[in-house]
């Protein structure tokens, strides 16, 4: 048997909704999403009761039993997490708060695997695939959005079936630069050889000042990021494994929510 992870969405997903999406889809785990039984505590007895349903709540995970959706505070949740068999929880929402908030604890990813097992997946023979999908190019978009003043990324690696997207906010001050190291966020950025001379080229190809230096480039972001001298903290990029106009609807969406208030 293999783990259930249940996302629940309203029609339209509202943008705290569509950000889990985006979290759970950088994590190893699989999911559905609901539209239906978010509201239904009958649905969730006879399918969640052996899991947990979890709540985001004022920045805090919350991770309770079905029983207790009878408690008006508890309606509503986010998601339903059902593993095959007893776990341990207080992993699992060590695990659960890196994906969905960030906050960095002491868990143990294969150990986190084995007790939220997924689908398996049926293994293709490398010389069945067609040759289309053996295209050895890496794909690079940009899009810039002139009201939001930011500019989007989107790269294709080969071989691999989501792109890295990412974005830098006030474009026409930071320019291109934050984009050669926002990649390295994700742990899959950086490990294929042909990663950096990819960005190498992108640099030549933008036509930035400068001679290429990764190293460089990462230690002055990293730094950035740090309490310094000028008061001035850059907070850590951000990668979505969505492609680019998904994530300028985001930006947008986050946008027309922040002018409402």
Not at 129 to 152: R, W
Request: with cysteine.
């Amino acid at each position: 048997m293999s783990t259930i992870l249940t996302i629940f969405v309203d029609n339209p997903q509202t943008i705290d909704q569509l950000n889990i999406i985006l979290k759970f889809k950088e994590s190893p785990l699989n999911f559905m999403m609901d539209g239906v039984n978010r509201n239904n505590p009958s649905w969730f007895i006879s399918n969640g009761r052996v899991g947990k349903v979890g709540k985001i709540l004022g920045g805090l995970l919350f991770l309770y039993d079905v029983e207790l959706m009878d408690d008006e505070y508890y309606h509503q949740p986010d998601f339903l997490l059902v593993p095959p068999g007893d776990v341990d929880w207080i992993m699992i929402r060590v695990f659960l708060e890196d994906v969905l908030l960030g906050i960095k604890g002491d868990y143990d990813i294969d150990e986190i695997m084995k007790m939220l097992p997924q689908p398996i997946t049926q293994c293709i023979d490398p010389e069945t695939i067609p040759e289309v999908a053996k295209n050895e190019d890496y794909e690079f978009t940009k899009l810039y959005d002139e009201k939001l003043d930011t500019m989007f990324y989107e790269v294709r690696k080969p071989n691999t079936d989501l792109p890295y997207t990412t974005a830098t906010k006030n474009y026409k001050s930071q320019g291109h630069t934050p984009f050669f190291t926002a990649l390295f966020i994700c742990n899959s950025w950086g490990v294929s050889r042909n990663d950096v001379p990819f960005l190498e080229e992108l640099w030549m190809h933008l036509e930035m000042d400068g001679v290429f230096d990764i190293d460089g480039l990462l230690k002055d972001a990293t730094e950035a990021c740090l309490p310094n001298e000028s008061g001035i903290i850059n907070s850590e990029p951000s990668v979505y494994r969505r492609d680019l106009l998904q994530v300028q609807d985001l930006y947008r969406s986050r946008s027309e929510a922040r002018n409402i208030f």
